[in-house]
């Protein structure tokens, strides 16, 4: 068994040796972690399909393509991120000037989720190592097969003093929190992140959290019904709706309403059934008998107008959709995670943003999705409705740039991470006066009714 404490004290004796500070030793690891995990993608492929049937393109899609992206993005521009910046100081500090230095939290803790084990975990990992950080990763037990390749990755390609996985569950997450790091970042449900907020707050840490939440859809009578519904089913059913920012319920205006079930139920068959009417054998399943325990409990049979059926020896759950949902339905009081989807009848943006404003106790979603033709109604949910992140006219893919911020806000999380931010999460930035030997007297006692005049003149 692991030895945490010891492990992580070799990581403060490795960091304070000063390598990581070092812009062509970062690069050099990066370089050398990135040709690795290419070296073993096929294996990583494998070990999603083991873990939850996750199919091959969409494994590369949503995980693996998303990382290599993240990794080229800081080999790319971390000289540029690295090098301190001029700050002009304005008159007070006249006459100096300053610079803006970016330096290295120390040692980090990145706890990973299960439902992306390899992306969620790997995409802070790379900026944690350009910003010049230890990483402690503890990926999720839930995911076995993917957490094993990449703990075989990683102590194929880094000294664990530097970088080092800690597998294990809820006892080695225990030992983990009660110990000193310098930074965390979380990624996991609203439960586990309180607890992980508190543990934090006893050693006064800073810390980023990527919960998650019920995230609404709007979708107006205006809308592109095809591409709208394309885009939809695939967003929501993606990974079986194992998806922090997946669309959790639907709300559409009535007068497209009957259309637009019917218009999904077809887009369902396209993408996840055979000609003969089985089920593809590519959509993934739940994540374990737990969690579909959970899933299958928040069904109303009586509401269920497509799907339902299930295969609980392979945790299966085929695309279901509920119709007539309304707030007190069972539904409703959980973010679902999982290939359900609630469909409720709107007169207009109006009303949705009301009942937006109740789900799961008002708390503010991690994402939001709204399908409009009218720029208008796009604007008036975008400031009315505070949430995370989203897209006007498609799902998900807010997730897929380096170049936004992706965090959630309230209940669905604290801080941003992607591209320049993710550096910027696991970076402190040391500001810095440079002061020139010309000295300025009126700042210095004794203060006199004619020095402040004189500087209510000058500030």
Known sequence: MQNIPKTVENMREYFNTGKTKDVDFRLHYLRKWLAALKAHEEEFMEAMKADFNKPRFESYATEISLVYAEIR???????????????????????SHGKEIPEPYGVVLVMAPWNYPYMLTLSPVAGALAAGN???????????????????????????????????????????????????????????GKIVLKKAADHLCPCILEL?????????????????????????????????????????????????????KKQIKEFYFLEDGRISPDFPYLINKGHYAKVTSLIDEEKVVFGGEREEDKRLLYPTIEDNVNLDDKIMSDEIFGPVMPVIRIKNFEEGLALARKVNGGAKPLACYIFTQDKNKADYILKELSFGGGCVNDTLMHVATEHLPFGGVGLSGMGCYHGKRTFDAFTHYKGIVYKHNMDIKLRYPKYTEKKLKLLKKLL
């Open 73 to 95: 993005n800081k080999i790319k521009n971390l000289r540029k991120w690295m090098r301190p910046k001029r700050k002009f100081l304005g008159l007070s500090s006249f006459p």
């Open 134 to 192: 230890c990483v402690l990763i503890k990926p999720s037990n839930r995911s076995p097969h993917t957490t094993d390749v990449i703990k075989k990755v990683c102590d194929e390609v880094f000294d664990p003093a530097y970088v080092s996985v800690v597998l294990g569950g809820h006892e080695e997450n225990t030992e983990l929190l009660n110990l000193q790091f310098d930074f965390i970042f979380f990624t996991g449900g609203v439960t586990v």
């Open 212 to 264: 998650g939440g019920k995230s609404p859809v709007f979708i107006s009578k205006d809308c592109n019904l095809t591409t709208t519904v394309r885009r939809l089913i695939w967003g929501k059913y993606t990974n079986a709706g194992q998806t922090c920012v997946a669309p959790d319920y639907v709300m559409v205006e009535e007068e497209i309403h009957d259309q637009f079930i019917e218009a999904c």
